[in-house]
């Protein structure tokens, strides 16, 4: 199976300090791919590389067979590679439509205009309105991002990047802040929504070995900035050595 996202030998130096060195990896459509590593391993490096906020040192990243060097992560999200972002955080102030909106306007590749008209633009909204109707946010499409739950928070950082029609999708640690009991509704919501929008491959940078166990085809461990494993979910958590590095302990049961 050919791969969608693809990374060959890569790394990533700042001065004399390596963050990453000669990670090769690759995902194919039907995978959910688990990024697991202790902190400071080079995880967020890694996505980085992989989503364009960073150029590679040396090797390169392929996207649908496509070198993606110096194209960034706008370029990448209307070509089909998307990534969460947290924009509640970011811009607290705007409703839950508004919040979608944005991320519908930069995949129409139409230019911002003041949100008062974008009821004008029944495209836009029916767009919005489909997305908020995935992950069940329907009736709070009016509500200020800020005043939602954590969970609800979760969920639209999620569907602004479902709402760039990616096949694709980078979700960098979608329960933080999650109580626990929370945490597999949230991941079930989200895997259910991806189904329904023809997401192809998943890419899951996660802590929660748990979740990691349970929604995971694949898991790819980095430490000290070198790809550790790549291996499906039952023989990584047989590898106890690999565990142990990335949890700082040795998992039981």
Same mark, same amino acid.
């Given at each position: /199976?050919? &791969?969608?996202?693809?990374?060959? @030998?890569?790394?990533?130096?700042? *001065?004399?300090?390596?963050?990453?060195?000669?990670?090769?990896?690759?995902?194919?459509? @039907?995978?959910?791919?688990?990024?697991? =590593?202790?902190?400071?391993?080079?995880?967020?490096?890694?996505?980085?590389?992989? +989503? =364009?906020?960073?150029?590679?040192?040396?090797?390169?990243?392929?996207?649908?067979?496509?070198?993606?060097? @110096? !194209? =960034?992560?706008?370029?990448?999200?209307?070509?089909?590679?998307?990534?969460?972002?947290?924009?509640?955080?970011?811009?607290?102030?705007?409703?839950?439509?508004?919040?979608?909106?944005?991320?519908?306007?930069?995949?129409?590749?139409?230019?911002?205009?003041?949100?008062?008209?974008?009821?004008?633009?029944?495209?836009?909204?029916? !767009?919005?309105?489909?997305?908020?109707?995935?992950?069940?946010?329907?009736?709070?499409?009016?509500?200020?991002?800020?005043?939602?739950?954590? @969970?609800?928070?979760?969920?639209?950082?999620? &569907?602004?990047?479902?709402?760039?029609?990616?096949?694709?999708?980078?979700?960098?640690?979608?329960?933080?802040?999650?109580?626990?009991?929370?945490?597999? =509704?949230?991941?079930? +919501?989200?895997? $259910? &929504?991806?189904?329904? $929008? *023809?997401?192809?491959?998943?890419?899951? %940078?996660?802590?929660? /070995?748990?979740? %990691?166990?349970?929604?995971? +085809?694949?898991?790819?461990?980095?430490?000290?900035?070198?790809?550790?494993?790549?291996?499906?979910?039952?023989?990584?958590?047989?590898?106890?050595?690999?565990?142990?590095?990335?949890?700082?302990?040795?998992?039981?049961?």
């Amino acid at each position: /199976m050919s &791969a969608l996202l693809e990374a060959r @030998g890569v790394g990533k130096t700042y *001065g004399p300090f390596r963050a990453l060195a000669d990670v090769s990896l690759s995902i194919a459509a @039907g995978e959910r791919l688990s990024i697991v =590593g202790p902190n400071g391993a080079g995880k967020t490096t890694l996505v980085n590389l992989l +989503t =364009g906020l960073l150029a590679p040192s040396e090797g390169e990243v392929y996207f649908k067979k496509e070198n993606i060097r @110096g !194209r =960034g992560p706008v370029e990448l999200a209307e070509r089909g590679l998307a990534r969460a972002f947290q924009l509640v955080h970011i811009f607290p102030k705007l409703t839950v439509a508004e919040t979608i909106a944005a991320a519908v306007i930069t995949r129409q590749k139409k230019r911002w205009r003041l949100f008062s008209n974008l009821a004008a633009d029944q495209n836009i909204a029916t !767009r919005v309105a489909e997305v908020a109707r995935i992950f069940g946010l329907e009736t709070r499409l009016d509500t200020v991002s800020q005043l939602l739950s954590q @969970g609800e928070k979760k969920l639209l950082d999620v &569907a602004s990047a479902f709402a760039l029609n990616p096949e694709v999708i980078l979700l960098d640690e979608p329960t933080s802040g999650i109580s626990t009991a929370e945490k597999h =509704g949230i991941m079930q +919501t989200l895997l $259910a &929504a991806a189904e329904r $929008a *023809g997401v192809k491959a998943l890419i899951l %940078v996660e802590h929660d /070995m748990d979740l %990691v166990a349970a929604y995971s +085809t694949r898991i790819v461990a980095i430490a000290e900035g070198r790809l550790l494993a790549d291996l499906p979910p039952q023989l990584f958590f047989e590898n106890a050595d690999v565990i142990e590095i990335v949890v700082g302990k040795r998992r039981h049961g």
